[in-house]
């Protein structure tokens, strides 16, 4: 059993932390580009959806470039804190948070430019201060569209495998994620092993993406005084 839950545990520990850096970030440009016009607007558009569409493993060697011991960002925090992101599940959180941006920031940026410019106007010219609006207004008429990516972006750190093999590496215990241990399993000829581990990862997801599904559909914002 232990071989079966502790991937499970990892992994869910690993897609939990990505989806939340994931969403802080990606609402944050995607309300930057909804709201603001500014020279390169679409170029930086394109550069932020780049995780979507770029093999998992070059997203995973541009991490090790800049996290590794010897990249910028990672020889800094290797030196100053003594921190190694490579072969961390630290590491597996942030290739999994990488690519599941865009999912996040997309939605986001759609359910942002979906609310109507006037109601944002309205409040301001009530004396709300700019956070007041975003935080009365904007989120509370946007926060399904950005629910729905927070939704998918779960379900890409869940199954990603490439970016975090290559920066995470295979540790069983450490950073063994499930979709690494079903392709460990599958190389080993551990097909009983390997058929647990997909069912379990397939009613997971499953599970999960139905209640969180049944949360936005059903759920309310409730808007109170900030």
């Known amino acids: 059993m232990s071989g079966v839950a502790i991937p499970l545990l990892l992994t869910l520990k690993v897609a939990f932390t990505a989806t939340l850096a994931a969403l802080v970030a990606g609402v944050a440009a995607g309300w930057l580009l909804a709201r603001t016009r500014f020279p390169g607007r679409e170029a930086l558009d394109a550069v932020l959806l ?24 990672g020889a800094w925090l ?70 729905a990516g927070a939704m998918l972006a779960f379900a890409r750190a869940t199954g990603e495998f490439g970016a975090t093999l290559m920066i995470a590496g295979n540790i069983p215990g450490r950073t063994q994620t499930l979709s690494i241990a079903i392709y460990e399993a599958v190389q080993a000829g551990d097909d009983a092993l390997a058929n647990s581990l997909v069912v379990l990862a397939s009613i997971t997801c499953i599970v999960l993406l139905v209640a969180a599904a049944a949360i936005v559909r059903r759920g309310h914002l409730r808007i109170v005084p900030v």
């Not at 093999?55 to 470039?65: A, H, M, Q």
């Not at 599940?89 to 410019?117: M, N």
């Not at 009365?136 to 629910?147: D, E, K, N, S, V």
Request: aromatic fraction near 12%; charge should be positive.
């Open 50 to 73: 780049l995780p979507m569409v770029l093999p998992p493993t070059v997203i995973g060697y541009y991490l090790l470039v800049v996290l590794g011991t010897h990249g910028a960002i």
């Open 78 to 147: 290797d030196t100053t804190f003594g921190v190694r992101l490579v072969f961390s599940w630290q590491g597996a959180a942030i290739a999994a948070a990488v690519v599941a941006f865009p999912l996040v920031f997309k939605a986001a940026r759609t359910a942002f430019e979906s609310v109507d410019p006037n109601l944002e106007k309205a409040g301001r010219s009530l004396g709300y201060a700019e956070w007041r609006v975003l935080a009365r207004i904007t989120l509370p008429l946007a926060w399904r569209g950005i629910a």
